[in-house]
């Protein structure tokens, strides 16, 4: 079974990493948080969004970017970015059982030292002259197709 998981960096709204918590809770998905979130964890939008699921969601917070890269580093797992400035297709991608796939910012994606960091990069293409597609939606699009190829029963 893969031990996938979805790392939120900085998330700033509360709704989309609630929907995202549900989505990982239904699909046994661990979630880490990389503060500071740009809304308390304890928001009503983000529990009415994750709804009772919040209780059995993975979740773990880091209280920076460097406390997620150190425990990273000691558990050896492989870092995924979603982003708009990647080369690969989502779906071109070879995922390994135990990557950490990483969404950004909704306001602002992730740093360009953040980005250098990333052992791979993937881009969900789009009709041209859109942005961005919502984080919650590319997660879920993201995690599918690595659960996919890693053999999700």
Request: with cysteine; hydrophobic share 45%.
């Amino acid at each position: 079974m893969p031990d996938l998981r979805i790392a939120l960096y900085q998330p700033d709204i509360a709704g989309n990493t609630g929907t995202m918590l549900r989505f990982a809770a239904c699909l046994g998905i661990g979630v880490d948080v990389i503060e500071p979130a740009g809304f308390d964890l304890s928001d009503r939008n983000l529990k009415r969004a994750g709804m009772d699921y919040l209780a059995t969601v993975a979740l773990t917070r880091h209280v920076s970017w460097t406390h997620f890269q150190a425990w990273r580093a000691e558990s050896g797992r492989r870092l995924v970015l979603a982003s708009t400035k990647a080369a690969v297709r989502y779906t071109d991608f070879a995922y390994r059982p135990n990557d950490i796939l990483l969404f950004g910012r909704e306001s602002a994606g992730v740093p360009d030292d953040v980005h250098a960091l990333a052992d791979g990069r993937v881009l969900i293409p789009m009709v041209e002259g859109q942005r961005s597609i919502n984080v919650a939606l590319s997660a879920a699009m993201i995690a599918g197709e690595a659960l996919r190829q890693t053999g999700f029963a």
